[in-house]
């Protein structure tokens, strides 16, 4: 945390503590990325070099007052606010790590 900053809560926040739920949305389930409208014209004509609009773009994701919003750093643009009309959604913060598969050549050594 910056500064020693204790976030406070939000209230339009429901936290997941049930240890049962199906993991299986804590995993890469993109279907449509969110992508900075002005980052994408750069990358599709060439302004922004040779590379992807992933590595392009720097969009910082959080909660806002109403919702979550997503800001577009390299342009200091507003992408997307969501707005949830003061519903209280639930959400899951857990984080899922996948283990690294054991190669041929660690198998044996301590």
Not at 54 to 83: E, K, T
Request: proline share 7%; aromatic share 4%; charged share 25%.
């Amino acid at each position: 945390m910056e500064g020693g900053v204790i976030p406070r809560p939000l209230p339009h926040v429901s936290l997941m503590s049930d240890a049962t739920k199906d993991l299986s949305s804590l995993l890469h389930n993109i279907e449509q990325p969110i992508v900075c409208s002005r980052c994408a014209d750069d990358v599709t004509e060439g302004r922004a070099g040779p590379v992807s609009m992933a590595d392009y773009m720097r969009l910082d994701v959080g909660f806002s007052p109403i919702g979550v919003q997503v800001w577009c750093r390299r342009h200091d643009a507003n992408v997307v606010h969501i707005d949830f009309e003061g519903r209280s959604l639930p959400t899951d913060f857990r984080c899922i790590v996948r283990r690294q598969p054991v190669s041929d050549r660690d198998v044996g050594k301590s």
